[in-house]
Antibody
């Protein structure tokens, strides 16, 4: 059974960079699409982007200029960086496994429990 | 860009009743690439349906999905107490690659 678990700071100052890591266990990261999704408190879900184990990425156009997703296959981990954060980036951040036969056919079958990141000085 | 609209916003029903949730897309969803998720308070979403009508592993058969093109639905044949939650639809494959609907809350009447 694949498990994914987010880790990282719960508080980030405005204008700084948010950094999170997701650790994959129970399976190899060397397949599938490894994904970040966020949910502001009391609101809906927003896809941030995903990465294939080879390093190829796809991002939400609305966040693309500030987001970087990377993968470390030796550690079975992938990571998220969001630069120049504001209060609008306050959200629960989920990592998830994206499953599909191609980069444009991906849905999400395993999710982490989520981690709340608050942007505040 | 595909925009998903879900209706109703809230559905108030009693255990044992049938629930029908709607997800409408602003343009045709490619190859019926539509998924449904259930989210309970304080929990991560759980995949219920993919490909518009295929149940995910371990999902009870009281959950069913249907539809194509721009109109999709999720039906819960008989609501169990654990089914009261928020349900999201998600399209995959059209620009942008992934979008979610705003959600439908199913609460106890």
């Amino acid at each position: 059974q694949v498990q994914v678990q987010e880790s990282g700071p719960g508080l980030v100052k405005p204008s700084e960079t948010l950094s999170l890591t997701c650790t994959v266990s129970g399976g190899s990261i060397s397949s599938n699409y490894w994904t970040w999704i966020r949910q502001p408190p009391g609101k809906g879900l927003t896809w941030i982007g995903y990465i294939y184990y080879s390093g190829s990425t796809n991002y939400n156009p609305s966040l693309k200029s500030r987001v970087t997703i990377s993968v470390d296959t030796s550690k079975n981990q992938f990571s998220l960086k969001v630069s120049s954060v504001t209060a609008a980036d306050t959200a629960v951040y989920y990592c998830a496994r994206g499953y599909g036969s191609g980069w444009d056919e991906v849905y999400f079958d395993y999710w982490g429990q989520g981690t709340l990141v608050t942007v505040s000085s | 860009e595909i925009v998903l609209t879900q209706s109703p916003g809230t559905l108030s029903l009693s255990p044992g009743e049938r629930a029908t949730l709607s997800c409408r897309a602003s343009q045709s969803v490619r190859s019926s690439y539509l998924a449904w998720y259930q989210q309970k308070p304080g929990q991560a979403p759980r995949l219920l349906i993919y490909g518009a009508s295929s149940r995910a592993t371990g999902i009870p058969d009281r959950f069913s999905g249907s539809g194509s093109g721009t109109d999709f639905s999720l039906t819960i044949s008989r609501l169990e107490p654990e089914d009261f939650a928020v349900y999201y639809c998600q399209q995959y494959g059209s620009s942008p690659l992934v979008t979610f609907g705003p959600g439908t809350k199913v609460d106890i009447k």
